[in-house]
């Protein structure tokens, strides 16, 4: 199988559909004449036309009404934000418009539309940059929230998402665009609200999404060298989430660690130790434990960027004490 970038994934799942089907488009900051802020929409200005392909202002919540609207009316938009930091401002079309449309209208209007760009932490980018939002977005009804981690997810999801009818909030990562991976040359799609487990494991399961899975495996390689067998499983959808998955894996190992970038409070580890607790505590032989980012905002210092962030080291420093704990 070839390997191609995360970035030429999401390009082609792009490109794929806009062939298919020629009522979908791609709309947002510098994703024609710039070829897109990371590159993800290289070429595609050349192929589409700028009719299709739409520069817009750096007004978030004027193209993200422009795609709501356009999507009530027979297209199917792809709204490109330069990062999920600045669409905050277009909150109120997604939450008060694209999420609730099709309730508000008793099913006389559909909204499929694709929100889709880079989220959370990139490196030292600052408290104002560095924010991950699946948690916001898979807490309203309405919305879908997919969260990638690899180009091969990154390109059979995005197509998913493209044919739903629903609104889908796309969740990527800055640093992940120019990650490698296999992706098949013939078209598949993956299903929206399915796990995928990474690794198998019989001691712990560790349930993580986006870039937080490099941190995941990683612990998970090095737990292994102590004799402590981790199944990993990606998310990949936060909503719908894949309860089963994780419950059959819990049923398995008996324990459950979380890895998350993401506040503490009203996180999706808050919502899955819930849901987990409720109908599988008889499985758990430990409690179930969480690593997230610290409850601050994350600063530029390079010393303080490692200590916000989840890291291998305290992933594995959590796995051993769940491991280790009396029963």
Known sequence: ?????????????????????????????????????????????????????????????????????????????????????????????????ASKMTAMSGGQFTCPIVFRGPNGSAGQLGAQHSVAYESWYANIPGLKVVSVSTPYDAKGLMKSAIRDNDPIIFMESESHYGDVGHVPEEEYLIPIGKADIKRQGTDVTMVSFNKMMHVALASAEELEKEGISCEVIDLRTIRPLDWHTILESVKKTNRLVIVEEAWPFGSVSSEITYRIQKEGFDYLDAPIRRITTADSSMHYAPNLVKAFLPSIEKVVTVVKDVMYAEK
């Not at 994703?31 to 595609?44: C, D, I, L, R, T």
């Open 1 to 97: 199988m070839r390997e191609i970038q995360f970035r030429e994934a999401l390009r082609e799942a792009m490109q794929e559909e806009m062939r298919r089907d020629e009522s979908v488009f791609l709309m947002g900051e510098e994703v024609a004449e710039y070829n897109g802020a990371y590159k993800v929409s290289q070429g595609m200005l050349d192929e589409f036309g700028a009719k299709r392909v739409i520069d817009t202002p750096i007004a978030e919540l004027g193209f993200a009404a422009i795609g709501v609207g356009a999507s009530m009316n027979g297209t199917r938009p792809i709204i490109e934000f330069m990062t999920w930091n600045f669409a905050v401002l277009a909150l109120d079309q997604i939450v008060n418009h």
